[in-house]
């Protein structure tokens, strides 16, 4: 009905069914079809039709103010309807960054956010620095509800809850220059008489694990450790010094000049969200959205 009005409107001011249909964007059968599905509905005529237009009778000269009247009142129901969505509605603060990035969780949520509309997500946006990163994550709680990304500081577990939602590959980047740049993929064994950059500043047993490995198994490979947080200064330093460097699949396109090569290590490093160990309400629901599609249920927020 709200279409028709619309179009009875825009005919009744351009005098003509083609005219309107060009300024609706509608073939001109289409104008015709619901000016008369109207006039049938009304029981009576609103249009005179003649060879140079269309004007309208007396039936339609009186409703023409009433169907304007309509269809301002409809306009300002939207708007009151989403103002009054609006403001039930609650806004999920999920920062990200080069790696650590939210796509993860988007592409989760915008499978489901139909079905829940009093949800939205505010991207905050944060930098990769090992000296303030710490900070950042202090702001889970305060600025930030969620971040999401690899789990590679041990005891975060300590600070914040996590709730993983899978793994990714490790793998290692060299610089486009290096001799092993064009391979597919690398076994261990490549890496012989090559310097390796392990990082591991977040203290985490998985890197632990895999640079014991190295050690004990592969002591031809020079470990360098590089006792700090990962960010986009460690990218820069391998690849300025020709450096292998142990990374993530996810972390794939960080560096254009590194290409990330996947491995033969048999090692995963998990991923998922860090939220506050007390969430608000709303936060505590919205993860209990996210984890009921992983299949599991989170304790319910008093």
Request: hydrophobic letters at 40%; a neutral charge; charged letters at 20%.
């Amino acid at each position: 009905m709200i279409e028709q009005l619309k179009t009875f409107v825009q005919v009744a001011d351009s005098g003509s069914f083609s005219k309107a249909a060009e300024k609706l964007f509608i073939s001109s059968t289409a104008v015709m079809k619901q000016m008369n599905l109207l006039e049938k509905q009304a029981g009576v005529p609103l249009f005179i039709r003649t060879n140079h237009g269309v004007s309208l009778t007396k039936a339609g000269t009186a409703f023409i103010k009433d169907a304007e009247h309509m269809l301002q009142y409809f306009q300002e129901s939207l708007i009151r309807m989403h103002q009054s969505a609006q403001a039930n509605r609650h806004i999920v603060r999920v920062g990200t960054s080069m790696l650590n990035p939210c796509k993860v969780l988007i592409d989760l949520w915008n499978g489901i956010s139909d079905l829940y509309p009093q949800f939205g997500i505010n991207i905050v946006h944060f930098e990769d620095d090992a000296h303030t990163l710490p900070t950042t994550y202090r702001m889970i709680g305060q600025s930030l509800d969620i971040i999401a990304g690899p789990f590679l500081t041990d005891n975060l577990k300590d600070y914040y809850r996590v709730l993983e939602l899978g793994s990714y590959r490790v793998c290692f980047a060299v610089s486009r220059q290096h001799k092993l740049a064009s391979r597919k993929t690398l076994c261990v064994e490549d890496l012989y008489g090559e310097r390796l950059a392990v990082v591991n500043g977040g203290n985490s047993a998985v890197i632990h694990d895999i640079r014991d490995f190295l050690k004990m198994k592969h002591p031809q490979i020079r470990i360098k450790d590089v006792p700090r947080l990962y960010d986009l200064d460690v990218f820069n330093r391998c690849e300025e010094s020709n450096t292998v460097m142990l990374t993530l699949e996810a972390w794939a396109d960080i560096h254009p000049s590194l290409v990330t090569i996947p491995s033969d290590l048999d090692f995963t490093v998990p991923y998922g969200l860090i939220y506050p160990l007390h969430p608000s309400k709303e936060v505590g629901q919205f993860l209990e959205i996210i984890k009921e599609m992983q299949g599991n249920v989170l304790p319910k927020v008093e």
